[in-house]
Structures are given as C-alpha cells and as structure tokens.
C-alpha cells in the first residue's frame, strides 16, 4: 500500500518505531473484523461512514454495512506491518493463523466540523506507542503478553494423558452455551411519533441479551437524538446496567422545549454487550 507520501505528516524515523514496536506482535480479536472497519476514538466501527460528523440520510445508511469478515472474535493473528495513509489514517497489517491478511485501522478524530471528513492530522506526537495501543486494546484486540501461550498453541502443546481403566461409563458429553453474549432482537421506538413542542416524547428500546456462560453481563445503553444531523445538546445519553440473559427493555422521557426547531428528529438507540452491539434508528416529528 503506498503511503500517500505527501500527506503524512509523520516522519519516516517514527513510523520505522512504530513498526518496531508492533510488526510480530501476536494477538487476539475481541469481537468480528471485518474488511474496511477503522478503530475510531478507541472502538470499532463499521466502515469510514460511521466516524462522520456530518449524518446526512446517505451516511446514516452506508455507516451499517459491513464488509467481507476476516477474522472472528477469538481468533489469533500477528502484525505484519505499520503504514501511515494520507495525514489521519494509520494502517496495521495483519495476517490469521487461517492465513487471512487485513488491516486494522485507526482513524484520528473528527474536527466535529460541518463537512463530514475533517480529522486532525497525525503527527509524531500525537501518533505514540502508547496511543496506538490503546487504541488498539481498548475494544478491539488484546495483546499476548512475551510470557503468555495462545489458546491454539497452548492446545497443541499438552499432551493426551494415559488412558486409565474405569469401570464408570464416560461422562455425557454436554453442549457449552456460547460464552460472549450477543444482542438481538433490538426494537427502538419513538412514542408519539408526533408531538407538539411542549410535550414529552419516550424513547424507548428493548432487546434480548443472548446465550451465555456467566448469570449476568454489563450492558451499555445508548441514546442518540440529532436534527438536520446535528446531535441534540446533551446527547447521547448513555447508562451502564448488569442484566441477566433474556428480554429487557427501558425508556427515558424527553420534554420537547417550547422553542425546539419543528421537523422530524432521528432517535438511534444502541446497546452493547462484551464488545457486540446493535443499533437502530427511527424518527419522530415536531411540530408547532
């Protein structure tokens, strides 16, 4: 991959550290890569449409798909290469022990700025070791320690114990429950879906928490309201729970001030849960 050599804007001295400091790093995947996700802020999103600042219907609808997979949670890889493109995107190549190549990619942040795609540049000071890294581990992979073995290799390397005589029948063989949890089943609802300015709306999610091997799990609850799309001052609102396996749902009742703008509103709810999360969004009106 060529390096947009005109644009980057750190030096070649320290991109040369950070492949150092990466390239044969072995590692495991938190949860499903797939081809054109970024890290962005620290967490893995769809594709480049999601980081935008600028959510116009287009980019609410291109931000959900995702690519060809890669690499599932839990499986192993290793980084093969570091390559700064352009001034705000830092490539990480990697290669499975299925023998699949990919890239991790981390995106710098958005200015926030009414266009969509303007991100800070990538400078040696911005880009360090430690910043890579965490950006890296925060939710999407986790580094093996020099001392510890992954699962794969340590696997292969223990040897199948004697067999020993028994007079007792096998144990049954018991089928495990899954041990990430998943989310499905998301409903979002906006209620009423048209409103006077005055009055209170409730938005409102319920969701399913899926199979697991634990009792109880941390979920994280998101609520996105924009207009025009602009997010709404004091938005999102987010709320952190511990919840057992099965059906939840919560709402949280919002005053439409007298003065708010009328037209339709876009409320996305998102739920996450061990690093896999849904989301979906519906509209509501606003009117005099």
């Not at 938005?235 to 439409?256: A, C, E």
């Not at 409320?267 to 849960?273: I, P, S």
């Not at 061990?274 to 969004?281: E, F, G, L």
Request: hydrophobic share 35%; charged share 25%.
């Amino acid at each position: 991959m060529a390096c947009s050599a005109a644009h980057v804007k750190m030096s070649k001295g320290h991109v040369n550290e950070l492949a150092d400091a990466f390239v044969g790093r072995e590692f495991v995947f938190r949860a499903n890569w797939h081809k054109g996700m970024m890290i962005y802020q620290g967490r893995p999103v769809n594709n480049w449409f999601a980081t935008m600042y600028n959510q116009t219907p287009q980019v609410k609808k291109n931000k959900h798909k995702l690519g060809v997979n890669l690499a599932m949670g839990g499986e192993v890889a290793t980084i093969t290469s570091v390559e700064p493109l352009y001034n705000y995107r830092l490539y990480l190549g990697f290669k499975t022990k299925k023998g699949k190549f990919g890239h991790l990619i981390i995106l710098s942040q958005n200015n926030e700025s009414w266009g969509s795609e303007f991100y800070k540049d990538m400078t040696d000071e911005l880009v360090s070791v430690a910043w890579v890294e965490n950006q890296l581990t925060a939710k999407t992979i986790k580094f093996f320690d020099k001392d510890e073995v992954p699962v794969n290799k340590m696997t292969a390397e223990v040897k199948a114990p004697t067999k020993q005589l028994s007079l007792t029948p096998p144990p049954v063989k018991r089928i495990e429950k899954p041990a990430t949890p998943t989310i499905s089943k998301l409903r979002v609802l906006a209620d009423p879906s048209r409103i006077k300015r005055g009055g209170t709306v409730g938005l409102s999610m319920e969701y399913r928490i899926g199979p697991s091997d634990v009792e109880t799990v941390e979920v994280s609850e998101s609520r996105y309201l924009s207009f025009a799309g602009k997010m709404i001052p004091r938005y999102p609102k987010q709320q952190t729970k511990t919840l057992s396996v099965g059906n939840h749902g919560s709402n949280y009742r919002q005053k439409i001030p007298a003065a708010a703008k009328p037209g339709r509103y876009s409320y996305r709810g998102e739920v996450c849960v061990a690093n896999n999360c849904s989301s979906q969004s519906v509209e509501f009106t606003v009117v005099p």
